[in-house]
C-alpha cells in the first residue's frame, strides 16, 4: 500500500491522478497523492477525491498511515463528517484525481518557511513547533529575552531578501554524522526511507525537513509576532501570523 508522496518533489502540485488501494474505517488510501499527512509540526491537507463519475468525496484531514510495515510516507485520506457513506461506494483499483484545498496548503507554505526563517532569528533549539492554516508557533528553549520588534524586524529583511528555497538529499548514515543540523528536537529528521531531505534557504538555513515550503522567501509575505510569551522557566514560545 506504499504512497508516493508527491508533495515531496514538488509543493506546488494540486492535483494528480491516482489508483485507490484500500478503504479502511480511517479512510482512503491512494498509490500516489499531493496530500501531505499531519507531520513534522504542520497540519494534513485537506481537499477532495473526486470519482470517476464526478462524485466529489471531501478530504477533512491526510494522516500518517499506521499499519504495519507503513513507511513514512503512507497516508490514509479522512474524509470529512457526513462523507462516510460514500466510502461503502468506492473500492481499491478505482481511479480518483486527488485535489488539495490550495487556498490552506499555500498558507501552510508560507507558515512553514517562516519557521525555518525563525531558527535562523533566533539561535536556540526548538523544543515544539505547529504549522496550522492560521499560524505558525514555536517554543524555544532559552532564557534569554526576545524582542518583538528586532523579531519582526529581521524576519521582514529575510522575507524581503528573496531568498531561494530549495531541497537536497542526503543518506541516513550521513545524517546520523551531522547530528548539529537538527534544530527541532521535537521532531525526529525524517529517517527511515534511507535517505533525508534537507531544506536549504540559500544563506539563511539549512535542516532536515520533509514539510512543504515556498520557492522563495519573498512569497511568504509579511508576517507579524501575534504572541510572544514564556511557556515555561525554560522555553519561550512565539506565534506568528501573516499580515
Ligand atoms: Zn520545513
Keep these: 500500500?506504499?504512497?508516493?508522496?508527491?508533495?515531496?518533489?514538488?509543493?506546488?502540485?494540486?492535483?494528480?491522478?491516482?489508483?485507490?488501494?484500500?478503504?479502511?474505517?480511517?479512510?482512503?488510501?491512494?498509490?500516489?497523492?499531493?496530500?501531505?499527512?499531519?507531520?513534522?509540526?504542520?497540519?494534513?491537507?485537506?481537499?477532495?477525491?473526486?470519482?470517476?463519475?464526478?462524485?466529489?468525496?471531501?478530504?477533512?484531514?491526510?494522516?500518517?498511515?499506521?499499519?504495519?510495515?507503513?513507511?513514512?510516507?503512507?497516508?490514509?485520506?479522512?474524509?470529512?463528517?457526513?462523507?462516510?457513506?460514500?466510502?461503502?461506494?468506492?473500492?481499491?483499483?478505482?481511479?480518483?484525481?486527488?485535489?488539495?484545498?490550495?487556498?490552506?496548503?499555500?498558507?501552510?507554505?508560507?507558515?512553514?518557511?517562516?519557521?525555518h526563517l525563525m531558527c535562523a532569528v533566533l539561535p536556540y533549539a526548538v523544543d515544539g513547533c505547529s504549522i496550522t492554516t492560521e499560524y505558525a508557533r514555536l517554543d524555544f528553549a532559552t532564557v534569554e529575552p526576545i524582542e518583538r520588534e528586532q523579531v519582526e524586524a529581521r524576519l521582514a529583511e529575510l522575507v524581503g531578501g528573496a531568498h531561494g528555497v530549495a531541497t537536497e538529499w542526503i543518506t541516513d548514515d550521513e545524517m546520523a554524522a551531522r547530528p548539529e543540523l537538527v534544530r527541532t528536537m521535537s521532531v525526529k529528521p525524517p529517517m527511515g526511507l534511507g535517505r533525508v531531505r534537507l531544506l536549504r534557504i540559500e544563506g539563511v538555513d539549512l535542516q532536515p525537513c520533509g514539510g512543504t515550503h515556498v520557492r522563495n522567501t519573498q512569497e511568504i509575505g509579511a508576517l507579524r509576532v501575534a504572541k510572544l510569551e514564556k511557556k515555561s522557566a525554560r522555553t519561550r514560545r512565539l506565534v506568528l501570523e501573516l499580515v
Design 1 to 115: 500500500m506504499a504512497t508516493r508522496a508527491l508533495f515531496r518533489e514538488d509543493a506546488y502540485l494540486t492535483g494528480c491522478d491516482a489508483t485507490i488501494t484500500a478503504v479502511d474505517e480511517l479512510g482512503i488510501h491512494l498509490d500516489q497523492t499531493v496530500f501531505y499527512p499531519l507531520g513534522g509540526g504542520q497540519a494534513g491537507d485537506a481537499g477532495a477525491l473526486v470519482l470517476a463519475d464526478g462524485t466529489r468525496v471531501e478530504i477533512a484531514d491526510t494522516r500518517k498511515a499506521k499499519f504495519e510495515g507503513a513507511t513514512p510516507d503512507d497516508a490514509v485520506h479522512v474524509p470529512a463528517p457526513g462523507q462516510h457513506a460514500l466510502l461503502a461506494r468506492i473500492a481499491a483499483g478505482e481511479r480518483v484525481r486527488a485535489e488539495i484545498d490550495w487556498t490552506r496548503r499555500y498558507r501552510h507554505m508560507r507558515l512553514h518557511t517562516a519557521s
